[in-house]
Nanobody, 121 residues
Framework: VQLQASGGGLVQAGGPLRLSCANS????????LGWFRQALGKEREVVAA????????DYADSVKGRFTISRDNAKQTMYLQMNSLKPEDTAVYSC???????????????WGQGTQVTVSS
C-alpha cells in the first residue's frame, strides 16, 4: 500500500474542502483507513476512520457533524469532506491504512505523505 494525500489548501472559516487519499500500490480494500492531523506544536490525532467495506465510520468529537469520511475501493481512493471549517482545523492532514484497532489508535501500518490545510478567520 502506498498512500498519497492531496486536496489541502487555504480556505476561509466556514468553507468546505475535500481531501483525497489515493493508493498507488497493492489493493487497500483489505485495510481499514483513517485520516489524521497534526497541528503545529501538538500531537497527531485521529480525525476519522472507516472500515474495509465502508460500513462503519468513527470520528473525533471535534469534527462530528462537519466532516465525512468515505472510500471507493474500486478507485483505490479515500476521501474526507470537510465542511464548516474552523481555524482550529488548521493542520497537516495525513492518511493511513491498517487494522481497525490500529487505525483508531494511530499506529497504522501504512502512512501517506500529508497535505496542509489552513483555515483563515
Amino acid at each position: 500500500v502506498q498512500l498519497q494525500a492531496s486536496g489541502g489548501g487555504l480556505v476561509q472559516a466556514g468553507g468546505p474542502l475535500r481531501l483525497s487519499c489515493a493508493n498507488s500500490a497493492r489493493d487497500f480494500s483489505g485495510y481499514a483507513l483513517g485520516w489524521f492531523r497534526q497541528a503545529l506544536g501538538k500531537e497527531r490525532e485521529v480525525v476519522a476512520a472507516i472500515t474495509r467495506t465502508g460500513g462503519s465510520t468513527d470520528y473525533a468529537d471535534s469534527v462530528k457533524g462537519r466532516f465525512t469520511i468515505s472510500r471507493d475501493n474500486a478507485k483505490q481512493t479515500m476521501y474526507l469532506q470537510m465542511n464548516s471549517l474552523k481555524p482550529e482545523d488548521t493542520a497537516v492532514y495525513s492518511c493511513a491504512a491498517g487494522s481497525w484497532s490500529k487505525v483508531l489508535t494511530g499506529i497504522a501500518d501504512y502512512w501517506g505523505q500529508g497535505t496542509q490545510v489552513t483555515v483563515s478567520s
